[in-house]
Structures are given as structure tokens and as C-alpha cells.
């Protein structure tokens, strides 16, 4: 699976309605985005908190209404796209959202559940506590793992196979409540987090595993060898080309 990161960053500007645009017109069906909530409950998906990387424009995106924040203009003069605008314009579109503040959690419940949209997002967060609270207001949404159960993964995976699947089982969250992939960095400080016993250890729990930010053929390579579920990357086209070619390669 490869998962357009930020809309494909690499690509084209990251988060806009023209990435998203390109993306679904390439074939891609996966597109990881970030989701902030403007002062009035706006979902709005950009990445950062405050608006200058990217825009015309200067401070936080919490502090702005939507009627103020329409009228941002990225660097290539296109207005920040809504959540609700972009799961209406790609229906056929699964958006991997990261909730980057406990602020947008009550705006994604609303957005979601007012579109019937839940079947249409996967829903990430480096807080596993943001995660139980909109995986308890969204049921039957899927969703990845927060940084805390993701450690607890990393630690199971050195231990016996059934030690540590019996420790995930009893500390980290599951398909049965909605989750349905680990989504990781190959190394996090000093920390290897995806070897092949990590990998086989999330299967054997009904776990997909995604990883980020890859961007390089070499790594693609590598993830697919270890048996990775997804690349999470800047440069989807890139990724699908090495994929089609390990798959012929395999072929042979």
C-alpha cells in the first residue's frame, strides 16, 4: 500500500486540493493528511499549527474563524482545503487523518459523523488518548496506535514470541476496537522500532504496519523485503514503481 504523505509532498504542495487532486487522477487511493480546527470548528487539513511554512499568512490556525482563514492563500495561490470539502470531492479516497491536537477532536467527530464518513478515514494521532476518545465517539472507525502503545509493541517484539504477544494483547488496543495498523518510523532517537520480528509480531495481532516517511528507493526496498503492509511517503509515485517492480521481480 502506498500512502501519499501529505498529499505526496514531493509532488506537488503538500496538503493542497491540487496534491489531492493529482493523487486520486495517479490511481492512488491512500492519502495521509494533518487535521488543525479553526477557532469556530473548522477541520482544515494542514500540517503545522501556525500558518507561515506554507502560506501568505502568519499565526495559529486556532486563532482564525473559517470566514477569516478562506481567505489564505498558499504559496501557489490556493486556499486551504476543509476536510469535509475533500472526503465530498474524492469519495473514492480513504484519508489517513492525523488529529494534531486534542482542539480538532470534537470538529473531526462532528465532520465525520455528519458525512457518515467513517468508512472513508483512518484516523492516527501521536496520543493514544486522543485515539481512545475519538475511536469511543467514532465506533466503528479505524484507526493506528499512539506513540505509548507503539513502545509497548517495540519491547514485546524482544521478547519470546508468545511472552510478547501476550503482553500486546493485554496492554495495546486491537482490532476489536477499531485498530487496524501501527504506523511507525524505521528508527525512533536511538531505537530500531522495524525489524522483522516487530513486523511479525503486529501481524500475528491482525495488525498492518505502515511506515514513514520513506522516500528513497533502497528503503522501499528494505520495508518490502521485512514484510511492511504500507509506505507512508512524500514520493508515491516513486514508491509504486519500486513496488511493481519487486513484484515482478518476484514473478520470475
Not at 48 to 70: E, F, M, P
Not at 194 to 221: D, K, S, Y
Request: proline residues 3%.
Amino acid at each position: 500500500m502506498v500512502l501519499a504523505h501529505r498529499g505526496g509532498g514531493n509532488e506537488e504542495l503538500e496538503n493542497s486540493l491540487d496534491a489531492f487532486a493529482s493523487m486520486a487522477a495517479k490511481g492512488f487511493s491512500f492519502i495521509e493528511t494533518d487535521a488543525h480546527a479553526t477557532r469556530d470548528g473548522v477541520v482544515v487539513l494542514f500540517h503545522d499549527s501556525t500558518l507561515a511554512r506554507t502560506t501568505h499568512a502568519v499565526g495559529k490556525i486556532a486563532d482564525y474563524s473559517w470566514q477569516q482563514l478562506a481567505q489564505v492563500r498558499d504559496y501557489s495561490g490556493h486556499a486551504l482545503v476543509r476536510l469535509d470539502s475533500a472526503l465530498t470531492q474524492f469519495p473514492d479516497v480513504v484519508f489517513n487523518v492525523d488529529a494534531k491536537s486534542w482542539h480538532v477532536v470534537e470538529p473531526l467527530v462532528r465532520t465525520i459523523s455528519g458525512l457518515k464518513a467513517s468508512r472513508q478515514v483512518s484516523l492516527a494521532s501521536f496520543s493514544e488518548r486522543r485515539l481512545r476518545a475519538l475511536r469511543r465517539a467514532l465506533p466503528g472507525v479505524h484507526s493506528s496506535l499512539g506513540t505509548g502503545a507503539i513502545a509497548v509493541l517495540v519491547i514485546a517484539a524482544w521478547l519470546p514470541a508468545r511472552l510478547g504477544q501476550w503482553l500486546a494483547k493485554k496492554l495495546v488496543p486491537g482490532p476489536a476496537a477499531g485498530v487496524e495498523v501501527v504506523q511507525v518510523p524505521i528508527r525512533y532517537a536511538r531505537v530500531t522500532v522495524v525489524t522483522r520480528r516487530f513486523v511479525r509480531l503486529c501481524h500475528a495481532l491482525g495488525l498492518a504496519v505502515h511506515v514513514w516517511t520513506i522516500n528513497t528507493a533502497h528503503l522501499m526496498r528494505q520495508l518490502i523485503a521485512m514484510g511492511a503492509d504500507g509506505i507512508i511517503t512524500d514520493e508515491p509515485t516513486l514508491a509504486a514503481q519500486v513496488i511493481d517492480q519487486e513484484w515482478q521481480a518476484g514473478q520470475r
